[in-house]
């Protein structure tokens, strides 16, 4: 009995200790994350795009949830997809230009230059479109890379592609669907370094692609030059960070979200063929434990 009063006394301080340890251990190595998204990043479906959207440079879902609008860097050209990537029509909507990024509003959509210049199409469906030009209203020199659209808030975000140098935090600024302006202010600043174990190259965040989660309301962003995927709050403060593969994903330019969740990234394939990969939606965002809350639940 006295033997195994000793060991009790020693058991839980040692047990303690090595989740501490462990704890530690993964804060060294940059992994430990405010919260776990719901995805298998390491095994997403994967599909080979056709050639013609080498250089895809935006997604987005329609109405029906069963496809996805899609559009080509520097050809003005709307392409329909079906959930494998594979091209089911497409049409022209504008002459060749350096097209962003699309946001599918209802039956209508938002085709953006990298100038913030926004090209509205009223019904995608129809035989032949005709596309609507709404110049920005922002600063000469802002380079965009990113367009979403916030359907609680009825605005198109438009990402800022670059962070600036001290901070890196990228500006993201609000064309408001109501009354048709933009502002002249940001309503939010994407903030990488508040995710933990998160780097940025030069910090500058450099973006390539932002989307609103239909079930979290947080802002899922990607990078092309860091390949990060980068997840944020409604403040644009960062919660957590994953480094996506440069042999898997060489320059990811596009993401977005099916109303069940389901993910969707897009890269362009450089010197090999461009690829649509779909996460499958797992549940909830988990806050990730930590040493404290661990010790106190001991």
């Given at each position: 009995m006295l033997q195994m009063s000793f060991s009790s006394?020693?058991?839980l301080p040692a047990l303690v200790l090595v989740l501490l340890g462990c704890d530690q251990l993964t804060r060294k190595e940059g992994k430990k994350q405010a919260l776990e998204i719901p995805y298998d990043l390491e095994n997403p479906s994967e599909f080979i795009l056709d050639d013609e959207l080498h250089e895809i440079s935006g997604?987005?879902?329609?109405?029906?949830g069963k496809s996805l609008a899609a559009i080509n860097d520097e050809t003005g050209k709307l392409y329909f997809l079906d959930l494998e990537g594979n091209i089911l029509k497409s049409k022209?909507?504008?002459?060749?230009?350096?097209y962003e990024d699309?946001?599918?509003?209802?039956?209508?959509l938002y085709i953006m230059k990298s100038n913030g210049n926004l090209y509205f199409i009223e019904d995608y469906a129809a035989d032949s479109i005709d596309s609507q030009t709404i110049k920005a209203r922002l600063k000469d020199g802002i380079e965009i890379e990113s367009l979403t659209y916030d359907e609680a808030a009825d605005k198109l975000l438009l990402l800022v592609k670059a962070g600036d140098s001290k901070h890196?935090?990228?500006p993201v600024f609000a064309?408001?669907?109501r009354n048709s302006s933009f502002g002249v202010d940001p309503v939010m600043l994407v903030d990488p370094k508040a995710a933990h174990g998160v780097t940025v190259?030069?910090?500058?965040?450099?973006?390539?692609?932002?989307?609103?989660?239909p079930i979290t309301g947080h802002f899922y962003v990607v990078t092309s030059i860091n390949r990060m995927l980068l997840v944020c709050d409604s403040q644009g403060n960062g919660l957590a960070s994953f480094k996506l593969s440069k042999k898997k994903y060489p320059q990811?330019?596009?993401i977005c979200f099916l109303p069940n969740g389901d993910m969707f990234i897009s890269t362009e394939g450089l010197s090999k063929p461009a690829k649509l990969f779909r996460f499958n939606y797992m549940g909830t965002e988990i806050p990730a434990v930590d040493a404290d809350s661990l010790k106190s639940g001991l």
């Open positions: 006394r020693w058991f997604i987005s879902p329609l109405a029906d022209w909507f504008h002459k060749g230009g350096d699309i946001a599918v509003v209802g039956n209508g890196g935090k990228a064309f408001n669907l190259k030069g910090k500058s965040l450099r973006a390539s692609a932002m989307a609103k989660h990811p330019e596009g």
